[in-house]
């Protein structure tokens, strides 16, 4: 196993890796929208979702991986209300390749997030 670390994406929140690599597959931990410098995205759901995928993508290349080699996505959403607009965003980062995805409402996310999102993906 191989620990994946970036400053281009938040440091983690509690005892745990941004991601790991195991057998050429990275695992990401969740991530919130946090800056880099751990301050939260104000905003809705798609300023937060943009935020989301700019973490991803940093610890995505952190690890030698990208959006187009994920082959997994989880979604958690504070609100399904916020489904569709989500949706909007997320379709500009997989505007060709769609990976498998889960989405479900959670009930709390940490800092009160309204989306996280976590993806498994092949290194190159």
Do not use: W
């Not at 695992?27 to 991803?56: C, R, W």
Request: with cysteine.
């Amino acid at each position: 196993m191989k620990k994946v670390e970036t400053t281009k994406a938040p440091q983690a929140i509690g005892p745990y890796s941004q991601g790991i690599i195991v057998n050429n597959v990275f695992y990401s931990s969740g991530q919130i929208p946090l800056t880099p410098e751990g301050e939260m995205v104000k905003g809705d759901i798609q300023a937060q979702t943009h935020q989301v995928f700019q973490n991803l993508k940093a610890v995505l290349e952190a690890a030698g991986a990208s959006l187009d080699t994920v082959v997994k996505t989880t979604v958690f959403l504070k609100s399904m209300d916020d489904f569709a607009a989500m949706n909007e965003v997320y379709s500009q980062y997989f505007p060709n390749h769609k990976p498998a995805r889960s989405c479900v409402e959670v009930a709390r996310l940490p800092k009160d997030a309204l989306v996280e999102i976590e993806v498994v993906a092949l290194v190159r």
